[in-house]
């Protein structure tokens, strides 16, 4: 496992960032079990997948909130929400505003940027 192997499957996911893609998607991309993704990633970047797609999903329809005149509907459709209900519920889960008041308020947010892994490991002096 090294930097390049995880942000092959950083950007695999931002990729396909508007896609359903699940973990079979990346299991047959790279040729690793999914248990084996899902321990790896979380070893190194401290959260799942799932949370790391959810968040960034979120933080881009947020961006789209705030930059477009996008039908909420199509907002939530473009990041793979299959209903309405389930987008606004985990958007305001989020920020703590529906999409809507959201849209209106325009409030301040924190980025949530693509990952950037860079892994160095120093030291390991065998001498005595």
Known sequence: MNNSFIMEIVNFIEDNIY????LDNLENKFGISKSFLIKAFH???TITIFEYVRNRRLYLAALDLINTDDKIIDI???YVYERPECFTRAF???YGYTPLDFRNIKPAISKYNRFIVNINILGGD???
């Open 19 to 22: 896609k359903d893609f699940s």
């Open 76 to 78: 939530s459709t473009r």
């Open 92 to 94: 305001k889960r989020r």
């Open 126 to 128: 065998w001498s005595e």
């Open 43 to 45: 070893v190194i970047t």
